[in-house]
T-cell receptor, first 109, second 115 residues
């Protein structure tokens, strides 16, 4: 079956760095997405990785290792507004998006 | 990024009535649109995938006669919840994608409450 694992919840301090991991086992791979979702709102797109390596976009970076079925989202200089759920999703061989359950990130002052 | 507009953002309806939710891609042509349902503190649950001009593909356990999906044009898809019941109360979100392999953009979501 298809499976995406990410931690349920993480806590970090304002100004610090946090890494949210995502491991996947899917039938084929056509890219991995990270989305941010604030409570009561729809997800917003953060990043897309299809090749191995690190993609940096401002305070957010996303890393992919296809051989390990692994990705992480790195958030630097954390701000209170970063408190949200972070969803990992993989595009499988049929171009279907397979979603992880999301990681709730709690930022403390 | 591209803009997907979903309407209405909130709707309250009486049990037994039908509700239509619209999803529009405003600045691109969406060959594929997805409809999700999300319960509080839960991840997205894909309900169905629709390609323009063809019938929607429903996920297992989703009643196609209850959740009617129409994707009549490249910029508009609709989800109609027929004969709504309180257990249909949920957050419904659409997303649209231009081509396979590109990111999907989400609408704002619709909070449906059936009383």
């Amino acid at each position: 079956g298809q499976n995406i694992d990410q931690p349920t919840e993480m806590t970090a301090t304002e100004g610090a760095i946090v890494q949210i991991n995502c491991t996947y086992q899917t039938s084929g791979f056509n890219g991995l997405f990270w989305y941010q979702q604030h409570a009561g709102e729809a997800p917003t797109f953060l990043s897309y990785n299809v090749l191995d390596g690190l993609e940096e976009k401002g305070r957010f970076s996303s890393f992919l290792s296809r051989s390990k079925g692994y990705s992480y989202l790195l958030l630097k200089e954390l701000q209170m507004k970063d408190s949200a759920s972070y969803l990992c999703a993989v595009l499988d061989s049929n171009y279907q998006l397979i979603w992880g359950a999301g990681t709730k990130l709690i930022i403390k002052p | 990024g591209a803009v997907v507009s979903q309407h209405p953002s909130r709707v309250i309806c009486k049990s037994g009535t039908s509700v239509k939710i619209e999803c529009r891609s405003l600045d691109f042509q969406a060959t594929t649109m997805f409809w999700y349902r999300q319960f509080p503190k839960k991840s997205l649950m894909l309900m169905a995938t629709s390609n323009e001009g063809s019938k929607a593909t429903y996920e297992q356990g989703v009643e196609k006669d209850k959740f009617l999906i129409n994707h009549a044009s490249l910029t508009l898809s609709t989800l109609t919840v027929t004969s709504a019941h309180p257990e249909d109360s949920s957050f419904y979100i659409c997303s649209a994608r231009a081509f396979s392999g590109t990111e999907a953009f989400f609408g704002q979501g619709t909070r449906l409450t059936v009383v």
